[in-house]
C-alpha cells in the first residue's frame, strides 16, 4: 500500500479582480490609446498578430495593484525570485505595460517575458466561449500555457477567454510559454493588458 504521495514542486498562477476603479480607468484609456500612445514593437510583432501600445495615463494606479497582486503570488508559490545569482537583492523594477488590441483572426504566438513576474488581464472580451467552440475547435479564443512535465514530454494549460473573464488578472512565472487564440464570431476588439515585474540592478 501507498504510505505517501508527494508533487515535485513547481510554480503556478493566479486569478483575482481586477479594481473597478482600475478597470475604468484602464477602459478609459484604450480608447485613445490606439491614436495617442506609443506603439509597441517585440519579437512576436508582425502579420496579423494583434496591435500593442504602451499604456502613460494609468501606470501608478496600475502598478500600485499589480504589487498587491505580487505578494499574494508569493504567498501561494514562494521563491519564485530567489535566484541566487546576483551578489545582493535587488529592488523590482516594473516595466513599462502595454495594451492588446486583437481583433478577428489576429493572435499572439507562443513567447515569454522578460522578468520574474508576468500578468495578463482581461477589459474587453466581446464574445462568450461556448460560441467560440461550436465546431468542435477546443483551442478558440483561449489562452494558454506550455510547458515540460518532469518526463521532458510537452503540456498545456488552457484558460478559456469569453466575457464572463472581463475584469480578470492572471499573474504567473515570466518564462513561462503563452499564447492567444484568435476568435471569428466578433467584429469587435478583444481588449487586454500585459506587463512584466523585473529586477532593477541599476
Known amino acids: 500500500m501507498i504510505s505517501e504521495s508527494k508533487n515535485f514542486y513547481n510554480f503556478g498562477y493566479i486569478i483575482a479582480d481586477v479594481p473597478k476603479h482600475l478597470y475604468k480607468t484602464l477602459i478609459a484609456e484604450s480608447k485613445i490609446a490606439e491614436k495617442q500612445n506609443v506603439e509597441m514593437h517585440s519579437g512576436i510583432t508582425g502579420e496579423r498578430v494583434a496591435k500593442q501600445y504602451f499604456i502613460k495615463n494609468s501606470l501608478t494606479e ?68 461556448e460560441e467560440e467552440t461550436k465546431g468542435g475547435g477546443v483551442h478558440t479564443s483561449t489562452f494558454e500555457f506550455t510547458y515540460l512535465d518532469v518526463n521532458g514530454y510537452i503540456q498545456s494549460e488552457i484558460i478559456k477567454l469569453g466575457s464572463n473573464f472581463e475584469g480578470k488578472v492572471i499573474m504567473f512565472p515570466s518564462k513561462m510559454l503563452h499564447c492567444v487564440y484568435p476568435f471569428y464570431t466578433s467584429n469587435k476588439v478583444r481588449l487586454s493588458v500585459s506587463g512584466n515585474i523585473l529586477l532593477n540592478n541599476g
Do not use: C, V
Request: glycine letters at 2%.
Open 62 to 129: 496600475l502598478n500600485k495593484f499589480i504589487e498587491e497582486l505580487r505578494l499574494q503570488y508569493d504567498k501561494h508559490y514562494p521563491g519564485l525570485s530567489n535566484l541566487k545569482i546576483l551578489t545582493k537583492n535587488a529592488p523590482y523594477f516594473f516595466s513599462n505595460p502595454w495594451m492588446n488590441f486583437q481583433r478577428k483572426h489576429e493572435f499572439i504566438p507562443n513567447h515569454r517575458h522578460d522578468g520574474i513576474y508576468s500578468y495578463s488581464m482581461w477589459l474587453k472580451i466581446p464574445y462568450e466561449y
